[in-house]
Each structure stands twice: as C-alpha cells, then as structure tokens.
C-alpha cells in the first residue's frame, strides 16, 4: 500500500459518523414520536375498517364517541365531534332541487348495484392489509417503546422524551 493510500485510510474514520451517535440519535428519535405514531397507527386501522363511523346500512352500529373524537384527531387534527350528515333528507319533488331527472336515472341505477354489491375482493384484501399493517406497527411500536425504556443506558432520558412526545401533541389539542 502506498504512503498516501495509507494515509487516506488513516482519516477515514475520522470522517464516518460515529454508530453509537446514530443508535442515541434514534433511540431518543423514536421514543419521542413514538406517542403519535402509535397513535396514528391504531386510528389508522379503526378507519381502515370503518369503525369510526355509524352505519349507514341501517345496520345500528354507532361508534362509542371516544372513537369518533379520535378519529377526528387523526383526520382533522382536532378533538372534536365530528360533523353530524343529515341522515334524514327530505324527499325531493318532481322539479325540486336534487330531484332524479330522466336523464339522471339511468346513471344512478349501476351505482345502486354497485353500492349493493359492496366493495372488490381487491379492495377487501388491501384493506385487511393495512389494518395488519396499522397492527404490526402498533406492536413494534410497543416493543421498540419498551426496549428503550428498560434496556437502554440512557433510561430516564428515554422515559423523559416519552412523556414529552405525549404530553405535547395533548397540549396542543387543548389550545
């Protein structure tokens, strides 16, 4: 090897960021965030699979309103009650505003059977994925949170940047 190939070689480590700098960084990354991303996470699945919403089948399911208040935090970014639709419209008239017209029927009729029909098998399928998905995430989450809070030498540090990743998002939701 020649002397300025060996001295390159010497200065590289200098120039490569340190693997333990890296590991903290996100260790103290992830416990932070990992409030909201768990958060998101299991909102994301409770929309997935429409559980945040009242059935409009007539089926009577009625989310507990702790859902509805969530799911509007993770769409909305608010804790609020979400809209109310009016469920009961009042039949519109001939000539009324919003009334089927002749030529308005015919594509109306294939939507209907669709909406009866119900969603694809692709559709279905993509939508159990995400939910398992939304569930995986949760639990390595979980995992990642708990390792970081027992295992790591920095251990009040990771329980500080927890609490502080929970607290601040609550925060700003009460303003």
Known sequence: MTATAQAARNRAPARRINPRLLRDLHLYLAVLFAPAIIFFAVTGAVQVLGLHEASRDG??????????????????????EPPRRNAARPAAGPGAPGAPTATAAPQ?????????RGPS????LVKWFFAAS?????????????IAVTQSRQRKLAWALLAIG?????????F
């Open 121 to 124: 098998l692709g559709t279905r």
């Open 59 to 80: 089926g009577g399911y009625k989310p507990a309103p702790l859902v509805e208040k969530l799911a509007q935090v993770h769409i909305h970014q608010r804790f609020a």
């Open 134 to 146: 939304a569930v995986g995430l949760t639990l390595s989450g979980l995992l990642g949170v708990w």
């Open 108 to 116: 109306a009729q294939p939507a209907a059977q669709a909406a009866r």
């Open 166 to 174: 929970a607290v601040i998002p609550l925060a700003f939701l009460a």
